[in-house]
């Protein structure tokens, strides 16, 4: 006997960038790890931001229909007034991927 869903119910998955991704050293975690405010440092963290592409086709294996993730804007914009070209067009490869 198993779980019957909707047809219309989208199985999928939810990330946050700063648990996945890993050495966003411009975000305020990192900088709140790294002075010690926190038990844990990320690092690395899943290291999604290098392995996307095969995290992404994990999810299309498992028969994902969606998936939520996150930006991290501290990426695209390190400093004030300054963005990040080759974080900006990660993004996009990953959005042009799903």
Known sequence: ???KFFDEFIFGTATSSHQIEGN???????YYEQMGKL???????CNHW???KEDISLMHSLGYDGYRFSIEWSRIFPRESEI????L???REIIELL
């Open 1 to 3: 006997m198993g779980i």
């Open 24 to 30: 966003n050293k411009w975000n305020d975690w990192w």
């Open 39 to 45: 038990p844990y440092k990320s690092n690395k963290a």
């Open 50 to 52: 290098e392995l996307y």
């Open 84 to 87: 990040d070209e080759n974080a």
């Open 89 to 91: 067009n990660k993004y």
